[in-house]
């Protein structure tokens, strides 16, 4: 049974965890050592208030992954982390609650470019220097700023390290999922050229050699008499039926060749993490046509990329279905999205496909989701 500092160190991730570790001695050692040391009991108190209300601040900011919460307002939490962060400078005479400072600048990264980052972290050091040595008259004051300062920059560097490669992971997963879906598609395709070309031989080769034995047994039926004539009208109607058994042969290939869609949107869903993706397909999807094929393909590609990156959410469902003539797309999240859609390259492209091969592209987000509903016709 999991204690519930595991649940605790699963629900925050690792770095939080650590975060979270170093806050709470930090807190309770800064509190003990101004209780024993004479400071009042309101003076601990206020002091326990403000570095409580830092961690949730803390908690608030670093939570990139909830429906309600805005950059907007993380960034409001981070900058009221460092107004926290000078008052315990004021509150508690032990140069060592810098350790704040070091937990806040690791969150930077998130905010604002590394670069930028590393310039400002000497501006927002200042202040340690300025009120331990002239308001609490610490000795070596200007050294200890200094040290922190090394301390920020390793925080930064270390989770700017640590968002550089997730998001090279996230990129790996989406070419990955696009390679899955895209070898699926060839590998259909191949199938479908390879029936197109056995059953082309066949009617060309195997029915035209029919076509003519039919005909020669016809006139062979009309010169024959008695006994022989039977023999070959027996083999005229045999060769009639083994030519209409070809070509049923040759039409049930050229209609099994079709395009295996969900087969390969199946691939395209399997390795999305964290979000659950659901495929819903009719079956069978009638398309022989490669464009269109890839027009479902990378619609739904583009559609997981964007809820991975901006809509908050844990489900998406991938609904295809086949209506007479027309190829339907369904997809619908249960994320976050704005009402203000923004089309970049990625929509762009997306509807342009399938106007390109005469259909519809249509994007809402009423209700706070994303939907996308496409369709085209199948001969287009």
Request: hydrophobic share 45%; glycine share 6%.
């Amino acid at each position: 049974m999991k204690t519930w500092l595991q649940k605790f160190h699963q629900h925050f991730g690792l770095d939080r965890f650590a975060a979270f570790i170093t806050w709470l001695l930090v807190s309770a050692s800064a509190c003990w050592f101004l209780a024993i040391n004479g400071f009042g009991w309101l003076h601990v108190g206020g002091t326990a208030a403000l570095m409580l209300v830092f961690f949730g601040l803390f908690e608030y900011a670093t939570t990139d992954d909830h429906p309600t919460r805005t950059v907007r307002q993380r960034v409001w939490a981070v900058i009221g982390q460092y107004g926290i962060i000078i008052a315990c400078y004021f509150l508690v005479p032990f140069n060592y609650v810098a350790i704040y400072a070091v937990i806040w600048a690791a969150q930077i990264p998130y905010f604002m470019p590394f670069n930028r980052a590393v310039a400002l972290s000497v501006v927002w050091t200042i202040p340690l220097w300025l009120i331990y040595g002239y308001y609490w008259n610490v000795s070596g004051s200007l050294l200890t700023a200094v040290l922190f300062w090394t301390f920020n920059l390793f925080a930064m560097m270390t989770m700017q390290a640590q968002l550089t490669e997730r998001k090279a992971r996230a990129e790996v997963e989406a070419v990955n999922r696009e390679l899955r879906s895209t070898q699926a598609l060839l590998a259909a395709a191949s199938k479908q050229d390879e029936r197109l070309r056995i059953s082309r031989n066949i009617h060309d080769l195997l029915g035209h050699h029919l076509t003519a034995l039919t005909i020669n047994l016809q006139i062979a039926s009309h010169k024959t008499t008695g006994e022989a004539r039977e023999q070959v009208e027996r083999c005229h109607a045999i060769a009639k039926l083994l030519l209409a058994d070809v070509r049923e042969a040759v039409s049930d290939m050229r209609d099994s060749g079709h395009l295996k869609l969900c087969e390969s949107l199946q691939q395209l869903a399997t390795t999305v993490t964290p979000v659950q993706v659901h495929v819903v397909c009719d079956e069978p999807i009638q398309v022989t046509d490669l464009r269109l094929a890839e027009a479902v393909l990378r619609t739904a590609q583009e559609a997981i990329t964007n809820t991975l990156k901006h809509s908050y959410a844990t489900q998406m469902t991938i609904t295809l279905q086949q209506n007479q003539d027309l190829v339907l797309l369904d997809i619908v999240d249960n994320g976050k999205a704005s009402t203000a859609l923004t089309y970049g390259n990625g929509l762009t492209g997306m509807c342009e496909r399938w106007q390109a091969l005469g259909g519809n592209c249509q994007i809402d987000t009423q209700g706070g989701f994303v939907r996308i509903q496409a369709q085209a016709r199948i001969d287009s």
